[in-house]
């Protein structure tokens, strides 16, 4: 067996043990668990938990997740909420495991317009680049510790200032669209 | 090393594209060094107008990101509203939509097979696998009237039925395959030039596939056993009992070179064959869809309020949708959309770091990029520091002007 330096978690734990243990640790973040059924006698396949945690406690609930397994990232979605902006970092836990015990965990987060400011995740997982980008370009906020500044996605003569999702003054004036239908 | 970043004017919304991604190569002599990737998004502004259409109509807008995986990427649509308004999809639905998701899987590693023998000079594998592609393309259209964007799915199940003249023709078609693709298999077990142009070519890590979210057969070839069918069945995979297909479990190792995703591809196919028979065997009696009809489906999700998620095994990788919904409002709030070529493009650096320029069009197709646009490349040289825009054609012609040094004269 070669020695590796990174590998995942081979057993895994359950949905109920990775609660407890999250629930325990960071005493203030709220866990939605959501069993996803399938097939023929309709019964549970995998679990799907969603993390809404303080901005604050937010790498402390990432620290957790890597305590338990590798997390493996998915993507980023969010939206512009009112006076804070929403990111859900969708990730997996126990993906090299067992048969239906993949944990799809995504971990949500309110960002302040008054400090639109998030820790990159870049050293931890370099697979999250893209996705980090994203959302930088499109709804502004900064990921301290991004390597990469360029816009990956909007062109580059893309105005700086004008953030595409956001649905506030930074967003797109409505003569910047064309009829998209 | 004088590597200079260039702009290269695609995007990021272009109706003739799907993915821009431009790469900058870096080579000293013809070795790459140094490898960039910038990729655009056509697929942007279709979450903006997914804002201006309710859940039904996105069905139409999300099986027209992709033509090959067209099915896959509504699954996980679909996925997404069912979740964030809990629907329950009937049990003779989920084995159709898995039956479906099979075909198209078939469809796009055939297509991708012939496609990489296309890119070393094996243009008869390559024609082969443009005559096997005929086949599934049409049993979809007997399924579904068509043979691209089938418009089968819809929320709650999916709206044409599996009849017998269709169980027909696909167990025909399995029948076709599992004699006729064995000229694929053969080339990954027989063939010393392809093995040559193949083995130890873009090799991505163990390690580094984990690091940079690599998904579907590019983590697999990898070592990686991962496959959401396997780790988080959806629709019928729960009863369907699939393996994730690695290459260590075949041949020993896993390099995670081309080689190793040519043979995970082979051997997938075969695997999904397997399942659509099971799924065929096993097609539970009973509805196909939660509701027939569409505006009572609709009044019910203009009621629902959440955030849904949708993540299954495309042929590609696993492909994400994110949905939210707000009571009230009839149409989506927002939502994401995350195809696998998304995650998988970060690897392309590593993969091309040490190859020969030559390589490059193997090395990019072998994560099966779902873009057409890969139109040029610029390449820089490390040792003048002078610049050259290669033409998709010139460097293919690279690619099979290599092959041909390998054969005997």
């Not at chain 2, 979740?83 to 159709?96: E, H, K, L, S, T």
């Not at chain 2, 190793?260 to 097609?283: H, P, T, W």
Request: contains cysteine; glycine residues 8%; proline residues 5%.
């Amino acid at each position: 067996m070669m020695n590796r330096s990174i590998d995942y978690v081979k057993e895994p734990l359950s949905s109920e043990a990775v609660i407890a243990r999250l629930e325990e640790r960071l005493p203030d973040i709220r866990i939605q668990r959501r069993d996803r059924v399938g097939g023929r006698d309709n019964s549970v396949q995998y679990v799907d938990l969603w993390i809404q945690v303080e901005k604050g406690r937010f790498l402390q609930t990432i620290e957790e997740l890597f305590r338990l397994d590798f997390p493996h990232f998915h993507v980023m979605s969010g939206d512009d909420v009112g006076d804070d902006v929403l990111l859900n970092y969708h990730f997996s836990l126990f993906r090299v495991s067992e048969h239906g015990k993949r944990l799809g965990v995504s971990v949500c987060v309110l960002v302040p317009k008054s400090d639109l400011h998030m820790p990159s995740l870049f050293d931890r997982i370099p697979g999250i680049e893209y996705s980090e980008r994203e959302m930088r370009e499109m709804l502004g906020v900064e990921f301290e510790g991004l390597p990469m500044k360029g816009f990956i996605f909007l062109p580059e003569n893309w105005d700086e200032n004008v953030k595409p999702w956001r649905r506030d003054k930074d967003g797109l004036n409505p003569d910047m669209m064309r009829d998209l239908s | 090393m004088s590597a200079k970043t260039y702009t290269v004017p695609i995007g990021p919304v272009h109706v003739g594209l799907k993915e821009p991604i431009t790469a900058w190569l870096d080579l000293d002599g013809e070795k790459i060094v140094g490898a960039r990737v910038r990729p655009g998004a056509i697929h942007r502004g279709i979450e903006m107008m997914g804002r201006e259409r309710n859940p039904i109509q996105v069905i139409y807008l999300a099986e027209r990101i992709c033509g090959i995986c067209s099915f896959s990427h509504i699954t996980a649509f679909l996925r997404a509203v069912e979740d964030a308004a809990q629907i329950q999809v009937p049990a003779r639905g989920q084995y159709i939509r898995s039956l479906v998701l099979e075909l198209e899987r078939v469809h796009s590693h055939i297509l991708w097979a012939g496609v990489a023998c296309y890119s070393i000079g094996f243009d008869s594998a390559f024609q082969l696998g443009m005559l096997m592609r005929e086949r599934v393309m049409d049993v979809l259209e007997a399924y579904t009237g068509n043979r691209v964007n089938y418009g089968v799915g819809t929320v709650g199940g999916v709206r044409w039925d599996i009849t017998p003249e269709v169980d027909a023709v696909i167990r025909d078609m399995i029948r076709y395959y599992r004699s006729e693709f064995s000229a694929f298999y053969d080339i990954v077990t027989q063939d010393p030039i392809a093995k040559a142009r193949m083995r130890d070519v873009g090799v991505l890590s163990y390690e580094d596939a984990i690091r940079l979210c690599a998904l579907g057969p590019t983590a697999r070839a990898s070592g990686v056993r991962c496959d959401l069918r396997w780790s988080a069945p959806y629709e019928a995979y729960g009863d369907l009992d699939v393996k994730p297909v690695v290459p260590q479990d075949y041949v020993g190792e896993a390099r995670g070179d081309v080689f190793d995703r040519f043979l995970v591809r082979v051997l997938e196919v075969y695997q999904s064959l397997d399942l659509m028979e099971k799924i065929l065997d096993g097609l539970p009696e009973g509805d196909i869809v939660f509701e027939k009809s569409v505006v009572k489906v609709l009044s019910l999700l203009k009621k629902a309020e959440g955030t849904g998620w949708g993540i299954i095994e495309a042929p590609r990788g696993d492909d994400s949708r994110v949905v939210h919904l707000t009571s009230g409002n009839e149409n989506l709030t927002w939502w994401k959309v995350r195809a696998p070529t998304y995650a998988n493009a970060v690897s392309w650096p590593v993969m091309f770091m040490g190859n020969e320029l030559a390589d490059a069009p193997l090395i990019i197709n072998s994560i099966d990029p779902c873009i057409s646009c890969m139109e040029r490349m610029l390449v820089t040289n490390a040792g003048t520091g002078g610049e050259q825009i290669m033409t998709r054609e010139q460097l293919l012609d690279l690619s099979r002007e290599k092959t041909r040094r390998l054969m005997p004269a």
